[in-house]
């Protein structure tokens, strides 16, 4: 049988098939569902294990407020299950929030005018803390004053002096690298929480705003900021040195003498004694933070989650939705495919069994008659990959827009076009696989025909 007669007559068969429709509207929902649900699966699920394998996701915040902190509590408590590590909070750690007062990027520079305020929150990173970076150094192979910035930076505001998160024109991080700005706390201030002991022997937590200095900084590498928990454009990220050296300039431009030994000096008193200090406890997982909480407040500590280090219960939620909704919903729909698919081949064969009969009584072979009703179930199931894929690329594209023109923390979910891709050749896969199935069963049922069939 020539190609061309085969062509004729499956699609003669298309049209006088009464459940090609259905088939092609399940055939491109199961598109749909593997290459949109997957990939945004995806997505959301490395968004979560990202925040998971963050620092500041697996930290807790011990205090020394109900007991003093001393060398042996310390090392008692690394000794428990699950802790990894215990750092020094003593510095400027928190929120603090710094004018960019002038930088020797003539570009950047440019964007000063057009804005009221030019700002950062610079974070000192902790000592077992890494910031890998996607280009340039790491802070952890670069002197002190050196900073690294994200790799998409907005450090500007408008002229209320608010933020407008969305559609926001990002400076590209990587150009200031080996650049300088030179920074100042806002209001000319930098706050520093401390511990102290009142009349009462009871530790409290307070705080003091010391005069800041101009401090220049060497960006020295770019990062990718996770936009599923902690972080922003405006976050920059100094070392442990760096952070120290700060705090001991704003201590010095404030006439705050650290070596003074006086009862009344409470910072000096407060930097000097390491059981005042607070500490990060860093637990070695995600999913054993509850056990190391636990048994820190069981030996009697003060220790707690700070809530904006964790991740986006949007991304929890998203992430479990797509990763296990998503994958029942995806072979429930091919189950339903293949039964559909495969009735309907059965029914027509039954259907055609005088013209198949005739077909062999013409001299026809099975495995011709077989070619003939394959190339009609490979025409329905392409056509249907052909429409369900412009669907998905569809919607793909509208939500990219939408998310890399809304908020910073939207654009976690952003659909890589590589992933879509590698899910749109598993559905081509898995979209061949269905009429082979149904081959298998069509050919069993279509040996039974015989040419006598031909006279009903």
Known sequence: ???????????????????????????????????????????????????KEDYKSRALFLSPWIKPLTDDVIEKMLSIEHIEHIDDCTAIYGINSYDIVDTNDKDFKSGFANHKVTSVDINGLYEHENKRVIAGKSLDATPVYSCIIPSIFYPFEDNDGNINYNNLDYIDGTKLIGKIITVKGSDGNICVPYNIVDENNQCLGVETYLSSPEIKLNIVGTYYCSRANSGSFRNIFVSRDTILAITKDAFKKSGVDINDNDNDNHIAKWWNTPSLHSYIVVADDYDNISAVFNEVTDIGYDIANSPEWLMSDNTILLANLFGKIGVFFIIAIFIIAVIIMIQSSVTEIKRRRGFIGLLKAMGYKNKQILACLSLEQFYIVLTSFVIGNVISTAIVATTNYIFMHGSYAQMVYVIDWKIFFVFMAVALAITVLIPIICLVVMLHTLNKIQPREAMN
């Open 1 to 51: 049988m020539k190609y061309q007669n085969l062509k004729f007559l499956s699609k003669a068969y298309i049209k006088g098939n009464k459940n090609s429709k259905t088939i092609r509207i399940v055939t491109c929902l199961l598109i749909v569902a593997i290459t949109v649900i997957s990939s945004f699966a995806i997505v959301t699920v490395n968004a979560m294990n990202e925040s």
